[in-house]
């Protein structure tokens, strides 16, 4: 299996990404190729990782849907799976990894689609899907329809997972991990605030912490923790996928 | 054209619809505008059942279409995306009450529209408005029969027609 993740500035250094391949060589049972999409190619990059230039994946000039180089990946290459810097995986990926959907991606199950998401669609502000762990096999559909629409998508949207909710979920088109899988490390309790709290186990497989769109959008004053600052459980595992403790 | 006495209407029945309702400077009212046509669209207009209601027992056909699903069973509403679904904008009167929160449309030539937009920067706005010549200028009205603005100077409304020979 191929997996990507990207890259850019200055907010997550080289040990995010080195991490991130040693979660996968711990939790994913296959061989696996990692390869870094970056604006810097820094030369603390583990050797086994693969590094390319982002700019291949900035088909577009824009600075409108947060992320879109993503999609962008699927037109590179046909099947694979991409991952933000900021996740932890801390459990057996294989199946997740190999999952035949040709689109698949995370539905924010910690949220109550009824009470927070569609209170606020008229809006155009809700969202309730993440692109933090997508695995895809040749969506053609997702390509052409952006490629179709790309006028309209980058007038409307500031991120990638806005454009597929309000474009494909809303069609029911993509498909999503089972509840449980994934979690969200800044909602729903799962940091621990205790001692006795640090040795209960992470739940599912993979922990997201779902930082950025503070950044894109207004109003937002919840207490949102990096992965680099969440509680002991979660740096205790991620600080093991360093090289020198695998 | 449909001419209806609005004092048959009761249209203080509707004082409390705010989204039908938008306080102008001048006495600008689209609830009035609206009686004088045949057939009228709401374009995302959140909810205005009550008033489309009213204009079908009027005898206008009036629909609203909004993607939103709270109206995806909702009588009189299209529970589409004007923006990317394939949506029929057939009608005399079109009214895009949010303007600000879509791409500019491409309206039929010649189609009267009532365009209001605002410049207050809420998440999920992509099309910020700061004058009633911007949303001119954005929609190729042609004719104006009315423009101004609400009693803040933040909310822009034109009412007039696209521009026949529309360069897309």
């Keep these: ?246 | 054209m449909t001419n209806i006495d609005n004092n048959m209407l009761k249209l203080e029945d509707l004082q409390n619809n705010r989204n039908i309702l938008y306080k102008s400077r001048d006495d600008f009212d689209i609830r009035k505008i609206v009686f004088n046509y045949d057939s009228v669209i709401f374009l995302a207009p959140n909810d205005v059942s009550e008033f489309l209601i009213m204009c079908n027992a009027c005898d206008i056909d009036a629909v609203a279409i909004d993607y939103d699903p709270k109206f995806a069973n909702r009588l009189g509403y299209i529970n589409k995306d004007f923006v990317f679904d394939d949506v029929d904008l057939n009608a005399e009167l079109i009214i895009c009450r949010n303007v600000e929160k879509h791409y500019p449309l491409d309206l039929p030539r010649g189609v009267d529209v009532i365009l209001i937009g605002d410049h207050d920067e809420h998440n999920g706005d992509c099309t910020p408005i700061f004058s009633p010549e911007q949303l001119i200028d954005l929609y190729n009205v042609g004719e104006v029969y009315q423009k101004g603005s609400d009693h803040n100077g933040t909310h822009f409304y034109v009412y007039g027609k696209i521009n026949e020979d529309r360069v897309l």
């Design chain 1, 1 to 246: 299996m191929n997996f990507y993740t990207l890259q850019w500035g200055l907010k997550y250094g080289a040990h995010y990404v080195n991490r991130l391949y040693g979660s996968l060589k711990k939790h994913y049972h296959k061989p696996f190729t990692l390869t870094c999409y970056t604006d810097q190619a820094d030369p603390q990059f583990r050797e086994e990782i693969q590094v390319a230039d982002i700019k291949d994946l900035r088909k577009f000039n824009t600075d409108r849907v947060f992320t879109y180089e993503k999609l962008i990946l699927m037109e590179k290459h046909e099947t694979g799976v991409w991952l933000d810097l900021d996740i932890l995986i801390h459990d057996d990926i294989t199946c997740m990894a190999d999952d035949p959907a040709d689109f698949k991606m995370i539905w924010n199950h910690w949220n109550p689609y009824w009470f927070k998401s569609q209170k606020w669609y008229g809006k155009g502000v809700s969202c309730h899907v993440n692109s933090s762990f997508v695995k895809w096999n040749n969506p053609e559909w997702l390509i052409k329809f952006t490629n179709d629409n790309w006028e309209k998508i980058e007038w409307t949207y500031k991120s990638l997972d806005k454009y597929l909710f309000y474009q494909h979920a809303r069609l029911d088109r993509l498909k999503y991990w089972d509840e449980g899988l994934v979690h969200n490390y800044n909602v729903g309790n799962h940091f621990a605030t205790d001692r006795k709290a640090t040795f209960k186990k992470l739940p599912g497989k993979v922990v997201i912490f779902n930082t950025s769109h503070k950044a894109t959008n207004k109003g937002i004053t919840d207490v949102l923790l990096e992965l680099h600052e969440a509680d002991f459980r979660v740096t205790y595992i991620w600080e093991g996928y360093d090289k020198h403790r695998q």
